[in-house]
């Protein structure tokens, strides 16, 4: 009894989540009613000097609004003293986005939210955070696939946080950069 239950609670959900419920138009033609009219992940790549940060990223939304959800992580590619094999921490990040220019071939979206830097091959203890405007274009030469660029930079952010200065304390670009490959799922 209670496994069949939890079955059909699984099957409602996933039936109610992935938006298979359908509603007939004015037309006739049946059409796609969910909560969300898009879902995309994206696999990308921060271009910094002297570091790696591969990740991945969620986006979700409805109409004009988006979340983004990005997870991280920090590696160097010089040897460091206080950082055996290269691995620094990781870094999450949660925006809320605004997607005014929307169309088959293109997408445009700016918003604010929170990068938090977890930097425990540095240090267990050591957390750093900032407050970030962001831009995010995406292009989709394909119905699913489409190339990603970001940009952002940060407004706010705490003492160990230094975008815009080099590992050697040369002066650089104030602005995080970032590619890559989105899919759309929904």
Not at 6 to 32: H, K
Not at 56 to 73: C, M, T
Not at 87 to 103: E, H, I, K, S
Not at 111 to 116: C, N
Request: glycine share 12%; charged share 20%.
């Amino acid at each position: 009894m209670r496994l069949s239950l939890l079955r059909g609670f699984c099957l409602v959900a996933l039936v109610g989540l992935s938006g298979v419920a359908r509603a007939q138009s004015e037309e006739g033609e049946c059409q796609r009613s969910s909560v969300l009219d898009r879902v995309l992940g994206t696999g990308q790549w921060f271009w910094l000097q002297g570091k790696v940060m591969p990740g991945f990223e969620l986006a979700f939304g409805r109409g004009l609004l988006e979340a983004d959800l990005e997870l991280s992580f920090i590696g160097l590619t010089q040897g460091s003293r206080p950082v055996d094999g290269g691995l620094v921490g990781n870094q999450l990040g949660a925006y809320l986005m605004l997607t005014p220019l929307r169309d088959r071939h293109y997408d445009v979206s700016a918003g604010l939210g929170v990068d938090a830097y977890f930097l425990w091959g540095i240090h267990p203890d050591a957390r750093e955070a900032a407050l970030a405007p962001r831009i995010v274009a995406r292009f989709w030469p394909f119905r699913e696939l489409a190339l990603t660029a970001s940009a952002r930079s940060y407004l706010v952010q705490s003492d160990g946080l230094e975008l815009g200065t080099a590992r050697d304390g040369r002066e650089a670009p104030r602005v995080l950069l970032s590619t890559g490959l989105t899919w759309r799922f929904q």
